[in-house]
């Protein structure tokens, strides 16, 4: 319900792009909301990645 609260509230703020970083294990619920990964950058964990999100 959360991420359906906000892709409508940036929909409705005519917003055309949302990039934001995710944890890697994350990937299959945020894809299933049409994002899709752009990059990686190091994180601070130890062996571990943030994903970016378009």
Known sequence: ???LNFLQ???NHGFEKV???ADPN???FYSRFG???I???KSSSKD???LLWN
């Open 26 to 28: 994350a990937e299959k």
């Open 39 to 41: 990059g990686k950058l």
């Open 19 to 21: 990039i934001f970083d």
């Open 35 to 37: 994002f899709s990964v």
């Open 9 to 11: 509230r940036i929909e």
């Open 48 to 50: 571990r990645f943030c």
């Open 1 to 3: 319900m959360l991420m």
